[in-house]
C-alpha cells in the first residue's frame, strides 16, 4: 500500500537495495506490557506480522517467568506459530536451561542478551560482564553444534543511565567476544535512545577495523530522544542491512529508565519504502495490524505513522 | 546542558560546523492552538526561547486576525519582544496590509507563506499559484526597499494531501519565482511529512541546478511520520545550515490533513549537540522552557526530548 501514492519513491546514493527487518514487537515489545496479553492474541500478532510481509519475527523469550511473567507462555505460544512458511521465527534463550526449552520446541534461531556495560549486566542480568559471557559460552557452543543461528543481543552501545556515555573499546570487546564464541549476527543495541549519527558511524567503522565486518551487523535504536529513524539512516550508508524494529513501536525495557520505545518498524518502513529500498512489508497490512493490537492493548501506538494513518482511515 | 553527559559528542565526516535553527513555536506552533494564548504568556515564551539560546525566532503572524485569530494580538505582542538584544525576530506578512503593519511596529526581517501547490495554493490563500506570486511580489520589492530581510516560505514541497506527490520541477519553479522577486532566504516546506531523505536530496541537488543555491534554503520538516529528523540529516550532509524547527514540537497546519508535529527543536538539538555542531542553544533551557509552555497549553509536549527529559526531572 502506498498512501495517495506517499511515499514517493526517490532512492539516494550508496544504499543498500535490500534491508531485512528484524520484528521484536511480539518479544521486546510485549514483554514490557504491563498487562498479561492472551496467548492467542500473540500468535495472532505474529501471523498478522508474517501476511504483512515480515520475515524474521522474534516470537518469545524462553527466560524464567518469574522475570518476565509477560511471556511465561512461550511453551504455549511457540507451537501456534511455528509453521509460518518462510518465516524465522528467533526466540530468547538466557541460559542453558532456556536453551533446552526451545530446543525442545523445534527452534532454529534463538538470542543470547549481553551488555556492553558492568551497570546494565548487574542490573539485568545480576552478573559481572565476564561473568555472562562465561554463561553464553555453552549456550552458544551447543546451539551452533545443533545448527541454530545464534543472535547476540549487545545493550547498552552508546549510553547507559548508570555509567553515562559508553566507551566504544567497551562495545567493541563485548562484541568480539559473542564472535568469538560463535555468535552468527550482532545485535547493537541503543537501549535507552541516546546515539546520535556521528557515534553509530564511529562504532561500525571501529567494529570493523576489529574484524567485526557489517554483514555480521545489525542495529537496535530506540526513540527515547527522537533519533532512532536518523540513526538508522545512518547505518545504512555504512552498508548496515538488518535492522530492528517494533511494530506499532511498542515496547522497551523495564530495567533501564527512559528507555522508552523501540523505533516503530512502520516508521522504519515509511523510510525504506521512501528511499526505494526493498523490505518485502506491505505498510497497508502492517499498520492494520499495529492499529489492531493497539485495540487490543487498550492504548494508542506510538508510531507516528500508524496515528497518522489510522487516523486517515476513520 | 548535557544530561548525564549525554548526547556524547561525535562528529562525523562533511557536515556543517554551525547550524542556525529558525524556531518557530511561538507562530506556527502558536497558530495552530485550539485555545488562544494570552499575549503576556507569548511574550514570556519568546523571552525564554532567546534565554535558551535561539537566535532566530519567528514571533508572530500579520495575517487577518479572521484567518488566524490565535495570533490576532501580534501588534501587543511584538512591541514587548522587540527589544531582545542578538535575536532576529521574523513576522509573516500575507500582503501589503500585513507589511504595513509589521513596518509600522519596527520589524526587520518579514516572511511571505507560498505554497508549491495549486492545490494548496487555493486551499490556504484562496488563489491560483501565479495569482498569490504576484500579490508577494510588490510586498517583497517593498519590503526589500525598506531594507528587511525576506524570507519565502514554500510550502507542500514533497506531497500534496489533494495532488500526492509533488513533482520536483514544480517546487523548484515556485522557488525561482520567489528568488527572482527577491527573497533573501526560502524555506522548504513538507507540510504533511510525506518526505523521506532521496526525495530531499533530489529536490536540493534540482534546486542547485537552476541557480538556487544551498545556502539561501532552509527545511522545514513535520514529523507525521516521524521522518524529520533522517531528513534534516540527509539535508545537513547536502550543506544546508539553516533548520526550521518547534520548540516543543507544537504546532501543525490546520489546513492540511495529517499535518501534525513540527520538527521539535529539542530533538533536533539533541541530534545536533550529538554530531558535535554549534547551535548555541542551551537544551536544558529550551526542555524547560518547553516544559513550562505545556503547561500553559495543558497537554503534554509532543516532543520525545522534552518528554523524556522532563521525566527525569520528576
Redesign the interface.
Same mark, same amino acid.
Given at each position: 500500500m502506498t498512501?495517495?501514492?506517499?511515499?514517493?519513491?526517490?532512492?539516494?546514493a550508496n544504499l543498500p537495495a535490500r534491508v531485512r527487518i528484524h520484528e521484536v514487537g511480539a518479544r521486546d515489545g510485549l514483554q514490557n506490557e504491563k498487562s498479561t496479553v492472551p496467548t492467542e492474541v500473540k500468535a495472532e500478532f505474529v501471523r498478522r506480522l508474517a501476511q504483512a510481509g515480515l520475515t524474521t519475527i522474534e516470537a518469545t523469550s524462553f527466560v524464567h517467568p518469574k522475570w518476565v511473567p509477560q511471556l511465561a507462555d512461550a511453551e504455549q505460544l511457540f507451537p501456534l506459530v511455528a509453521g509460518l512458511e518462510g518465516v524465522h521465527l528467533p526466540v530468547l534463550v538466557p541460559n542453558d536451561r532456556g536453551l533446552d526449552r526451545a530446543l525442545a520446541l523445534g527452534a532454529r534461531r534463538v538470542a543470547v542478551f549481553a551488555s556492553a556495560t558492568e551497570s546494565f549486566a548487574k542490573a539485568n542480568l545480576n552478573r559481572t560482564l565476564d561473568e555472562s559471557l562465561a554463561v553464553f559460552e555453552p549456550v552458544v557452543r551447543r546451539a551452533k553444534d545443533e545448527g541454530l543461528h545464534v543472535r547476540g543481543y549487545v545493550s547498552m552501545c552508546? @549510553?547507559d543511565?548508570w555509567e $553515562?556515555?559508553v566507551p566504544v573499546h567497551q562495545v567493541v570487546r563485548v562484541c568480539r567476544a559473542l564472535r568469538d564464541i560463535g555468535c552468527d549476527e550482532l545485535s547493537l543495541g541503543d537501549t535507552i @535512545?541516546?546515539?546520535?549519527? $556521528?557515534?553509530v558511524?564511529?562504532l561500525l567503522s571501529a567494529l570493523n577495523e576489529e574484524g567485526v565486518p557489517t554483514n555480521v551487523l545489525g542495529v537496535h535504536f530506540h526513540?527515547?530522544?527522537?533519533?532512532a529513524?536518523?540513526n538508522?539512516?545512518?547505518a545504512l550508508q555504512h552498508g548496515v542491512t538488518t535492522v530492528d524494529a517494533s511494530a506499532g513501536g511498542l515496547g522497551g525495557c523495564p530495567y533501564a529508565?527512559?528507555a522508552?520505545?523501540n523505533l516503530?518498524t512502520e516508521?522504519l518502513v515509511?523510510?525504506l519504502?521512501?528511499?526505494?529500498i526493498d523490505t518485502g512489508v506491505d505498510l497497508g497490512r502492517l499498520v492494520a495490524t499495529s492499529a489492531w493490537m493497539a485495540e487490543r492493548l487498550g492504548r494508542p501506538s506510538p508510531?507516528?505513522?500508524v496515528r497518522?494513518l489510522s487516523?486517515?482511515e476513520q
Open positions: 498512501v495517495e501514492g506517499l511515499p514517493m519513491a526517490v532512492p539516494a552508546f @549510553g543511565p $553515562g556515555p @535512545g541516546v546515539a546520535t549519527p $556521528g557515534h558511524l564511529e526513540d527515547t530522544y527522537g533519533q529513524l536518523a538508522t539512516y545512518a529508565k527512559s522508552t520505545g516503530a516508521d515509511w523510510m519504502q521512501g528511499l526505494g508510531s507516528r505513522t497518522a487516523h486517515k
